[in-house]
């Protein structure tokens, strides 16, 4: 499956026979031994009260919290899974519960509430300092704001953000923002586990129109376009807590997310 590019392989496991290692799982989304992919999805039986349970694996075999393009791409898989009769869908993650809705071709996921927003953040980063801002929106984020995405290091700049001891131990994803117009944005995604840029990122796309809501102060919905060629829409309630510090609550993510093809593969015992 596909959603805006990012790319997943997707597994029916609700009769819990798959138990994959870190290994298999990494050659499945190898793009030249298995069948290549950003990441894994797993649909699993509920263990919370949800529908389903959402399980998600980067390309390097590691589990991680959430994704925002896999989490449509899950709530597409299942409808498809139940004969395309579903109007909602929730589903649980580490991250916590995802609720899904299926609007005209394509999908909506209300996702939990940021957390963690630091704001100027000055980081040396390969011999120069970058203002680099950050918040946790199932999975960690980095936001850089620059000037011309087509001038980013990608791989270089995003690397150094990622490891970062400012992110240590567990690291971070890293975004490059580009400003198009009030409300409309394009972004770049180095992410962490697959390790270089993705076409899309689903929670990535959240953090960039938080981040961008905190210094510009635009009003919700905010177009994000990424480099799959696709746009986005990210909605959201910023409201202030007790402290003074702002609180987002139903945060949204509408977009695509497409079946490309189903088969079968045998995978090896030995890796």
């Not at 940021?114 to 704001?119: E, I, Q, R, S, T």
Request: glycine content about 10%; hydrophobic content about 40%.
């Amino acid at each position: 499956m596909n959603g805006a590019g990012n790319d997943f392989v997707v597994l029916d496991n609700r009769d819990k026979s798959l138990s994959l290692t870190r290994r298999q799982i990494e050659w499945l989304c190898d793009r030249h031994r298995g069948v290549g992919a950003d990441g894994l999805l797993a649909v699993e039986p509920a263990q919370a009260g949800g529908d389903f349970r959402m399980r998600y694996y980067n390309a390097d075999g590691g589990e991680a919290e959430m994704c925002g393009n896999g989490a449509r791409c899950f709530a597409r898989y299942v409808e498809h899974l139940t004969g395309g009769s579903l109007d909602k869908l929730s589903f649980e993650t580490i991250a916590g519960r995802i609720n899904a809705t299926f609007p005209g071709a394509d999908v909506c996921i209300n996702l939990s509430e940021p957390f963690d927003l630091a704001l100027h953040s000055e980081l040396q980063v390969r011999g120069r300092e970058l203002v680099v801002h950050s918040v946790n929106t199932g999975v960690p984020h980095a936001v850089v704001v620059v000037d011309d995405l087509e001038k980013v290091a990608i791989r270089e700049d995003g690397a150094a953000i990622r490891f970062h001891e400012h992110f240590s131990p567990k690291g971070t994803n890293v975004n490059f923002l580009q400003v198009l117009a009030p409300g409309r944005l394009a972004i770049r995604t180095y992410e962490r586990g697959v390790e270089d840029e993705t076409l899309a990122c689903g929670t990535g796309m959240v953090a960039n129109a938080i981040i961008y809501h905190q210094l510009n102060q635009v009003e919700s919905p905010i177009s994000v376009k990424v480099r799959g060629g696709d746009t986005l829409r990210v909605g959201f309630d910023c409201s202030k807590s007790a402290d003074g510090s702002p609180h987002y609550t139903n945060v949204t993510l509408t977009g695509p997310a497409e079946l490309v093809f189903k088969g079968q593969i045998v995978v090896p015992d030995s890796i």
